[in-house]
Every structure is written in C-alpha cells, then in structure tokens.
T-cell receptor, first 116, second 112 residues
C-alpha cells in the first residue's frame, strides 16, 4: 500500500484565491511527521511546512497552513492568497519515527498552476 | 555555502560507464540522504548517513549503486555500469533535526 497518496495530479487556482492540495497517508506508527515540499521548474525541493503527529495545533508558515485531520489520516496543504510564483509541483511526504525508517516517503505530487 | 550543493548539475554518459555524483551538505548537518526522482515521479529513497553510524542502504536498487561519506561531510554516490533506467534526477538532502530535510538542486543523469 502507498504510504502517501496525492489524488490530484493537477490543480488550477486563480491568483489571490486560496487552494487546498490533498494528501492522505497510511501508517501504523503512532509517531510520525508530515512534510510538504514545493518543486518549481528549476527542480529544487523547497521545504514548506512540517506537522508532527502529536502536535495539537495545525502547522502554519506564512501563507501555508496544514489541515491535519489525524483520524482521517489526511494532511492537506492550504495555500492562501495564491501568487503566480506558487506555480510548481507540490509533494507531501511522511517520516515514521518508531519504525526506525530514516527516509521520507513521498507522494507522486500535485502540479499547481496559478492563473493570472 | 548556505545550502546543500551538488555536482555536476547535469551528467550525460554512455551505457556501461561509471558515474560519480557529489553532495556537499549544509555545514554541521549530521544526517545526509540520497534520493532519486524519475521523470514525473515522486522521490525514491536510496541511502542515509547519520554521523559515524553504518549507513542505511535499504533503498539502493542494485549492487551497482554505492555511496560513501567522507569525514562526516561530503558524500559521493557511485553508479557502476550505468543502464538507461538509471536516468533520473539524483537529489541529496541533509538535516540536523527530524522535522526538516533540506535538499540540493540535484544532478540530472542521462544514460544514452
């Protein structure tokens, strides 16, 4: 089974509007971390936001917020006030803590296009 | 430098040749990761180094792939007898804490 599922291969949003990128995860590890990365056409992976499984509040970083619904195993990224520079691939990733896995498991990504 | 650096940025090689890819992590970061990203795909974990501990090689796809990390800093990923399916972007990341991994710009490998 996929550990990270991103069901939206592509999304469009009007400039200045908010957009939600979906991410669901699958793990039996009670302790885990969830990450979102942005990958523009230049190819670099830019860290956006992190949510720990025991964090009581949803993570926020500027225009990025993570809608963490633990019971549903979802960790959707919300981008507010979209800008043209937000056009990129967005990857959701997870790290399992107690299983001892050292790496991040990545989803297949969502390509976001911001329309002027 | 301030971030993770990788070299070369692009590498074109012929099938059967060996290649070496280099990663300079952020200074002071004890953990270093190699990932591979094939066209249109997410990232696939290859190998992980943490300090002086034995590396986690569980993601290496075959024995043609190897990596080392000298002096707890610079790492080299070596692919021997390259195959066309090795064509991908190879990304290196480093971290100091579990809640972040910072990536380099990647090396785009093309095997003809």
């Amino acid at each position: 089974a996929q550990k990270i599922t991103q069901t939206q291969p592509g999304m469009f949003v009007q400039e200045k509007e908010a957009v939600t990128l979906d991410c669901t995860y699958d793990t039996s590890d009670p302790s885990y971390g969830l990450f979102w990365y942005k990958q523009p056409s230049s190819g670099e992976m830019i860290f956006l936001i992190y949510q720990g499984s025991y964090d009581q509040q949803n993570a926020t970083e500027g225009r990025y917020s993570l809608n963490f619904q633990k019971a549903r195993k979802s960790a959707n990224l919300v981008i507010s006030a979209s800008q043209l520079g937000d056009s990129a691939m967005y990857f959701c990733a997870m790290r399992e803590v107690q299983t001892g896995a050292n790496n991040l498991f990545f989803g297949t990504g969502t390509r976001l296009t911001v329309i002027p | 430098g301030a971030g993770v650096s990788q070299s070369p940025s692009n590498k074109v090689t012929e099938k059967g040749k060996d290649v070496e890819l280099r990663c300079d992590p952020i200074s002071g970061h004890t953990a270093l990761y190699w990932y591979r990203q094939s066209l249109g795909q997410g990232l696939e974990f290859l190998i992980y180094f943490q300090g002086n501990s034995a590396p986690d090689k569980s993601g290496l796809p075959s024995d043609r792939f190897s990596a080392e990390r000298t002096g707890g800093s610079v790492s080299t990923l070596t692919i021997q007898r390259t195959q066309q399916e090795d064509s991908a972007v190879y990304l290196c990341a480093s971290s100091l804490a579990r809640n972040s991994q910072f990536f380099g710009p990647g090396t785009r490998l093309t095997v003809l």
